[in-house]
């Protein structure tokens, strides 16, 4: 019973998997260059990240009001060329 409410909690998840925050430099790196790369650049910038990890972070900084602006138009433009190599 004590294990099940512990595992119900995320205490024994949060052992299981890494848990890294994201470090300053590393906040100012993707504002500075979300706007101009897709996904997939991003992810070779950060290399240690997943995708759905750098995805959640720009939900966050959208939410919070750190990012306004969109994605520029050649940025767009090169996502669906890279979509349509995958498929």
């Known amino acids: 019973m004590v294990f099940y409410q512990k595992f119900m909690k995320g205490e024994v998840l949060n052992k299981m998997r890494r848990i890294k925050g994201w470090s300053y430099s590393e906040e100012k790196r993707l504002l500075d260059n979300y706007n101009v790369l897709t ?9 240690e990240r997943s995708i759905e990890s750098i995805n959640n972070k720009i939900k966050r900084l959208k939410k919070s009001g750190k990012i306004k602006n969109g994605k520029l138009s050649e940025t767009i433009q090169r996502s669906y060329f890279q979509r349509k190599k995958e498929i």
């Open 39 to 47: 996904i997939k650049e991003l992810k070779n910038l950060f290399p």
